[in-house]
């Protein structure tokens, strides 16, 4: 079955210890995204990655740091993790093709994180 | 750049009334538009789209969706709604020569059917 799987779900920390939300995709994507998501604002997009080792910032990418050191996986690092931080983050995947118009993105569940 | 504005935060119907989620855009070049609609505790799914060609599209889930360039808005909609289409409801754009990178959400419609 194609899916984007995040883990954990659900994680509860404190202000300044180290977190990885993992992200995996088995639909062999070159194009992974992660978005948090608030109440009132809607999905801001945090980083992307269109390809290994190719990684960007988007719109609210403070705080977080990333890596795509495989095509599969895009793992979320929280270095220091600080109370603004709790939200619903979600990952997300599509192919991608310059030649092409926007694929379908494909989300993960969600990881609802809790910064104490 | 592109920005897109959904009209109404929440929308509350009776189930089998008819409902019109509003999603309006701008941008100054062409673009692509979604629907993407996102159920209790789960993810996002795409819902339909718009890439070109007849401007009315259909969806999943009996949804449709109506593009009018000249009013720069893609509003959902569904003749009778049922309890199950309970959801937040997102309108996304998408330059033309773009990716899923520069994908730009509203910030979602909030759906309740009531019995």
Redesign the interface.
Same mark, same amino acid.
Request: no cysteine.
């Given at each position: 079955e194609a899916q984007v799987t995040q883990n954990p779900r659900y994680l509860i920390t404190v202000t300044g210890k180290k977190l990885t939300v993992t992200c995996s995709q088995n639909m062999n994507h070159e194009y992974m995204s992660w978005y948090r998501q608030d109440p009132g604002l809607g999905l801001r997009q945090i980083y992307y990655s269109m390809n290994v080792e190719v990684t960007d910032k988007g719109d609210v990418p403070e705080g977080y740091k990333v890596s795509r050191k495989e095509k599969r996986n895009f793992p979320l690092i929280l270095e220091s993790p600080s109370p603004n931080q709790t939200s619903l983050y979600f990952c997300a995947s599509s192919h991608h093709d310059l030649n092409s118009v926007t694929g379908e993105l494909f989300f993960g569940e969600g990881s609802r994180l809790t910064v104490l | 750049a592109q920005s897109v504005t959904q009209l109404d $935060?929440q929308v509350p119907v009776f189930e089998e009334a008819p409902v019109e989620l509003r999603c309006n855009y701008s941008s100054s070049v062409s673009v #692509?538009l979604f629907w #993407?609609v996102q159920y209790p505790? +789960?993810? !996002? +799914?795409?819902l339909l789209?718009y !890439?070109s060609g007849s401007t009315l599209v259909k969806g999943i889930n009996g949804f449709e969706a109506e593009f009018n360039k000249s009013q720069t808005s893609f509003h959902l909609r569904k003749p009778s709604v049922h309890i199950s289409d309970t959801a937040e409801y997102?309108c996304a754009v $998408?330059p033309f020569q *773009? *990716?899923?990178?520069?994908?730009v959400? *509203?910030? *979602?419609t909030k759906l309740t059917v009531n019995p």
């Open positions: - | $935060s #692509y #993407y505790n +789960q993810g !996002l +799914q795409l789209k !890439l997102f $998408s *773009g *990716g899923s990178e520069k994908l959400f *509203g910030k *979602g």
